[in-house]
């Protein structure tokens, strides 16, 4: 069983910008495609970004321009670049693949207020 581990969340003004990171356990990081996922208080999980195998991403509207999501399959580490943080963006962010096939971890808390 793959064990992701978050990091990177805080506390951010709107307009900031956080780096998240996802470390993955095993080797079949490389061999998968990945996604970020966040949970907004009262609200489902949803699907923020996504990443290919060869690096081809896709986003969620609402994130499209200010995300970045990227991969680094040596170090097993998955990340998502966040630039320009609204208030919305306020959630706990996961990843894992896009079947959701890992065990979730704990995520990471961003907080976008001023």
């Known amino acids: 069983q793959v064990h992701v581990v978050e990091s990177g969340g805080g506390l951010v003004q709107p307009g900031g910008s956080l780096r998240l990171s996802c470390a993955a356990s095993?080797?079949?990081?490389?061999?998968?495609?990945m996604a970020w996922y966040r949970q907004a208080p009262g609200n489902q999980r949803e699907l923020a970004a996504s990443?290919?195998?060869?690096?081809?991403?896709n986003y969620v509207d609402s994130v499209k321009g200010r995300f970045t999501i990227s991969r680094d399959n040596a170090k097993n580490t998955l990340y998502l670049q966040m630039n320009n943080l609204k208030p919305e963006d306020t959630a706990v962010y996961y990843c894992?693949?896009?079947?959701?096939?890992?065990?979730w971890g704990q995520g990471t808390q961003v907080t976008v207020s001023s």
């Open positions: 894992n693949t896009p079947n959701t096939n890992f065990r």
């Open positions: 095993g080797s079949i990081f490389s061999f998968v495609p």
């Open positions: 990443i290919t195998i060869g690096g081809r991403s």
